[in-house]
C-alpha cells in the first residue's frame, strides 16, 4: 500500500510533471534491473524449493545462481551507462536514474529468492512493514515541494529494496552462507534462466512500453496523470497476485514429490480465493474510478478516471494469466508456454501503442495493456489444461457473480443519494464490500465463515 499513500501525498507536492520524470527513470531502470536478475529469483525459487532439504546441495545451488547473479548485474550497469552517455532522452533525466539504479544492486545482493525457497514469508513481511513505515514517515518529513524530486526518488528506492541489506545476515539461520564461485555450472542453469529472463523481457516490454512511449510521444505530464492510474492498477493486482506467488515453491515440491492430488487440491483451493476476492474489486474499481482518482491524487488527475476503468477489467485477466502460468507452468517446468505468450503480447502491446497513443494518449496506452493480458491469458490457459486439470465449482462462480450484482446495485443507491466523494467512497466499500461478503456469508462459503474444526 506505500505506493497508494506516498502518491496521494507526492501527486499533490511533486505534481504531475515531476511524478512523470519518476516514472519515466523508473521504467528505463526496470529494463536493466531485468538484464540484472534475468529469470534467476524465478527459477531459484522453483529449483531451490525441490532442494532445499539437502543442505549440501541447497549450499552449492545458491552459491552457484547467486555467482550468476554478480555477473549479470555488472552486465547490466555497464549496459546502463552507455544507455545514459549515448541516448539523449536518458541523458537529461540521468540523476534520477543514477538514484533509481540502486535498485539493482541490492536486489542482486539481497538475493530475497533464498527467503521464498525457504517459504520464510513472515520475515519477509514483517521486513518489508518496516521499511515500508520507516520511508512513509521520511516522506512526510523530507519531501516537502516541487524540488524534492531526488529525495522522494531515493526514499522510494529504500522502501522498495532497503531491507535487502539485512539479508546476508538474517539467511544464515539456513546455515546458508553465500559466497562468490566461478564454478557456476552454466550449462545445467543458463537455458531454464535464459527462457525465464525472455519470458521477463516481454512482460517488462508490455507492462511498461506504455510509459515508457507515452514520455517519448506526449509530455511529462500525461506521463504523470497514467502513472496514477497505472500505479492503482499494478498495486492492487500486486496484492492479489502475491497470494499466487508463495504457491511456487510449495507447487513446485509437489511436482518434484509427484504429489499430484495434493496439487490439484491446493490448486482448487486458490482457484477459488482468487475468483472471490478479484470479481469485487474488478466491480468496485469500475464504479469508483472518479472517486479513487480524486481521493488519491486530486482533481488534476481525473483525466485519468477512464484510464482505472480500462485497467480494472485487465487486472481480471492479469490475476488469472498469472495463476495459469506461475501456480502450473513454472512449477511443471512449462514456462516456455508462458514465454511465447508474453512475446506474443510484448510484440502486439508495442505495435499498437505506436498507433493508438498519438490518436487516443493514455487511453490509448490502457487498451493496449488489456489487449495484451487478455492474450497471455488465453495462451497460458490453454497450455495449463493441457498439463493438469482441475474442477471448477460453477456454483461458487454463479454465487460470487450474483454477489456483485447485490454489490454493484447497493454503490449505485449510495453514489444517488450521497455526494461527497469521500464519504461516498467510504460507504461505498464499506457497505458494497460488506454486503458481497454477507452474501457469500449467506451462501455458505467455507473460507467466510469461522469452521468449526477451527
Known amino acids: 500500500m506505500f505506493p497508494l499513500v506516498s502518491f496521494m501525498y507526492c501527486s499533490r507536492i511533486l505534481g504531475a510533471a515531476q511524478l512523470g520524470i519518476y516514472s519515466f527513470g523508473q521504467s528505463i531502470i526496470s529494463y536493466f534491473l531485468l538484464i540484472s536478475c534475468l529469470g534467476i529469483p524465478t527459477y531459484a525459487v ?3 524449493a525441490a532442494c532445499r532439504n539437502n543442505l549440501l546441495a541447497i549450499r552449492k545451488f545458491i552459491n552457484e545462481v547467486f555467482s550468476i547473479n554478480c555477473i549479470t548485474t555488472i552486465i547490466a550497469y555497464i549496459s546502463l551507462f552507455f544507455c545514459i552517455v549515448l541516448i539523449e532522452d536518458v ?3 540521468k540523476y534520477i536514474i543514477i538514484i533509481q539504479s540502486l535498485q539493482i544492486i541490492l536486489t542482486t545482493l539481497g538475493a530475497d529468492w533464498i527467503n521464498s525457497i525457504f517459504e520464510d514469508y513472515i520475515y519477509l513481511t514483517i521486513r518489508y512493514i518496516i521499511f515500508q513505515l520507516l520511508s512513509l514517515i521520511a516522506l512526510f518529513i523530507f519531501v516537502k515541494d516541487k524540488n524534492s524530486l531526488y529525495i522522494y526518488t531515493f526514499i522510494s528506492v529504500l522502501a522498495n529494496v532497503g531491507g535487502n541489506i539485512f539479508n546476508f545476515v538474517y539467511i544464515r539461520k539456513n546455515s546458508i552462507k553465500i559466497q562468490f564461485t566461478l564454478n557456476v555450472n552454466l550449462r545445467k542453469h543458463l537455458r531454464p534462466i535464459l527462457t525465464l529472463f525472455f519470458n521477463n523481457v516481454a512482460s517488462i516490454i508490455y507492462l511498461n512500453s506504455d510509459v515508457t512511449m507515452l514520455g517519448i510521444l506526449t509530455d511529462n505530464i500525461q506521463v504523470g496523470i497514467y502513472t496514477i492510474s497505472s500505479r492503482i492498477y499494478t498495486t492492487v493486482k500486486s496484492l492479489i497476485n502475491a497470494i499466487i506467488m508463495v504457491t511456487v515453491p510449495r507447487f513446485s515440491r509437489y511436482v518434484a514429490e509427484e504429489k499430484m492430488e495434493d496439487l490439484k487440491t491446493e490448486l482448487k483451493k486458490v482457484f ?4 472471490i476476492l478479484i470479481f469485487p474489486i474488478v466491480v468496485g474499481m469500475f464504479m469508483e474510478a472518479d472517486k479513487i482518482i480524486f481521493v488519491i491524487a486530486g482533481e488534476g488527475y481525473l483525466e485519468g478516471s477512464n484510464v482505472v476503468r480500462i485497467l ?15 501456480s502450473i507452468l513454472l512449477p511443471n517446468k512449462k514456462e516456455i508456454y508462458f514465454m511465447n505468450a508474453t512475446i506474443t503480447a510484448a510484440v502486439l502491446n508495442v505495435v499498437l501503442n505506436i498507433f493508438l497513443i498519438p490518436r487516443f494518449g493514455i487511453e ?4 493496449t495493456t488489456l489487449i495484451a493480458e487478455i492474450i497471455v491469458f488465453l495462451i497460458s490457459f490453454i497450455s495449463s489444461k493441457k498439463i493438469i486439470i482441475f474442477l471448477i465449482s460453477k456454483r461458487n462462480i454463479v454465487e460470487v457473480i450474483i454477489s456483485c450484482i447485490i454489490e454493484f446495485m447497493i454503490c449505485k443507491l449510495i453514489d444517488l443519494k450521497i455526494h461527497n466523494i469521500y464519504l461516498a467512497l467510504f460507504l461505498d466499500i464499506v457497505f458494497g464490500g460488506g454486503m458481497y461478503f454477507f452474501i457469500l456469508i449467506f451462501f455458505k462459503k467455507y473460507f467466510c465463515i469461522k469452521r468449526k474444526s477451527n
Do not use: D, H
Request: hydrophobic share 50%; proline share 0%; glycine share 6%.
Open 46 to 48: 522453483r529449483e531451490g
Open 91 to 93: 541523458n537529461k533525466y
Open 272 to 275: 477459488e480465493i482468487l475468483v
Open 312 to 326: 480494472s477489467i485487465s487486472i481480471l485477466f492479469a490475476v488469472f494469466a498469472c495463476f495459469f502460468s506461475y
Open 364 to 367: 490509448g496506452a490502457a487498451t
